[in-house]
């Protein structure tokens, strides 16, 4: 799998790409990550990337046309004909469906707008997909082409420790869409609050019951779209429904 990322700041993709646990994924090759920058397609001297908006207004926008040679000179070195992704506050909101969509790719070439946005003929032109990571606005796509990444690189299999450790976080159809149960570790006490008994009965049948609970009630309580999702999806047994029905 192989990502290109289009960005103007390259070096902010260090960090992610050296750190933590899925930097093995991205030093394997397992999710190949190449990053190049617009400004090394721009023309004259002064390497011009962006220039003032036709009709006014405030910033500046990216020219359409460093980055069409930028993608161009991507698009020669990938064997397949890549999805272009945008990142853009217009995209469709990022989710843990879309993010196995991409997991289970041949991967993308990633767009990182900077500015105003750019030029929306190169948007036309090239882009397949545009990405959102909420409603809010960010200085920039790099940020959010880093969270795609990120989700991505840490479903490979052998990336994380345990290997179904992802089918028990929030989201993951394993556990029908729920978010995730609590989770505690040493001292046994710690300010005073106590661990939950069941965590340290030894039975394992009860201390699962009582995560499916805890996912059950938190997503009730925070997510209730949630629950709502699973039972449409079947995903809710007559027990669950007995212990939800408690709630109302
Ligand atoms: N003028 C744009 C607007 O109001 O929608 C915002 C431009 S923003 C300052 C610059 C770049 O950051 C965008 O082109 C986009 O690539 C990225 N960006 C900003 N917010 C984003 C978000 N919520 N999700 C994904 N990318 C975002």
């Given at each position: 799998?192989?990502?290109?990322?289009?960005?103007?700041?390259?070096?902010?993709?260090?960090?992610?790409?050296?750190?933590?646990?899925?930097?093995?994924?991205?030093?394997?090759?397992?999710?190949?990550?190449?990053?190049?920058?617009?400004?090394?397609?721009?023309?004259?001297?002064?390497?011009?990337?962006?220039?003032?908006?036709?009709?006014?207004?405030?910033?500046?926008?990216?020219?359409?046309?460093?980055?069409?040679?930028?993608?161009?000179?991507?698009?020669?070195?990938?064997?397949?004909?890549?999805?272009?992704?945008?990142?853009?506050?217009?995209?469709?909101?990022?989710?843990?469906?879309?993010?196995?969509?991409?997991?289970?790719?041949?991967?993308?070439?990633?767009?990182?707008?900077?500015?105003?946005?750019?030029?929306?003929?190169?948007?036309?032109?090239?882009?397949?997909?545009?990405?959102?990571?909420?409603?809010?606005?960010?200085?920039?796509?790099?940020?959010?082409?880093?969270?795609?990444?990120?989700?991505?690189?840490?479903?490979?299999?052998?990336?994380?420790?345990?290997?179904?450790?992802?089918?028990?976080?929030?989201?993951?159809?394993?556990?029908?869409?729920?978010?995730?149960?609590?989770?505690y570790?040493r001292p046994e006490s710690w300010a005073g609050r106590p661990v939950p008994a069941v965590l340290l009965?030894?039975?394992?049948?009860?201390?699962?019951?009582?995560?499916?609970?805890?996912?059950?009630?938190?997503?009730?309580?925070?997510?209730?779209?949630?629950?709502?999702?699973?039972?449409?999806?079947?995903?809710?047994?007559?027990?669950?429904?007995?212990?939800?029905?408690?709630?109302?």
């Amino acid at each position: 799998m192989r990502f290109d990322v289009i960005t103007l700041f390259p070096e902010l993709f260090s960090p992610l790409l050296s750190s933590g646990i899925t930097r093995r994924a991205y030093e394997s090759g397992q999710v190949e990550v190449k990053l190049s920058n617009p400004r090394d397609f721009a023309g004259g001297n002064y390497k011009r990337v962006d220039d003032r908006p036709f009709g006014g207004g405030p910033g500046m926008v990216m020219l359409a046309e460093p980055l069409a040679q930028c993608l161009k000179a991507i698009q020669s070195k990938r064997a397949d004909v890549a999805p272009v992704v945008l990142f853009s506050p217009a995209g469709q909101p990022l989710n843990h469906a879309m993010v196995e969509r991409w997991a289970g790719s041949q991967g993308a070439v990633l767009v990182c707008g900077r500015y105003e946005g750019i030029d929306q003929r190169f948007i036309d032109e090239h882009v397949t997909h545009q990405v959102s990571l909420g409603d809010f606005v960010l200085s920039g796509g790099e940020i959010a082409a880093m969270a795609l990444l990120d989700a991505v690189a840490r479903l490979q299999p052998g990336v994380l420790n345990t290997a179904d450790s992802h089918s028990q976080d929030s989201f993951n159809p394993a556990l029908d869409g729920l978010l995730d149960c609590p989770h505690y570790t040493r001292p046994e006490s710690w300010a005073g609050r106590p661990v939950p008994a069941v965590l340290l009965s030894g039975h394992h049948g009860q201390i699962e019951r009582w995560r499916r609970e805890q996912r059950l009630a938190l997503s009730q309580r925070l997510r209730p779209d949630l629950i709502e999702q699973a039972r449409q999806q079947g995903g809710l047994t007559p027990e669950d429904e007995a212990f939800l029905a408690r709630f109302v």
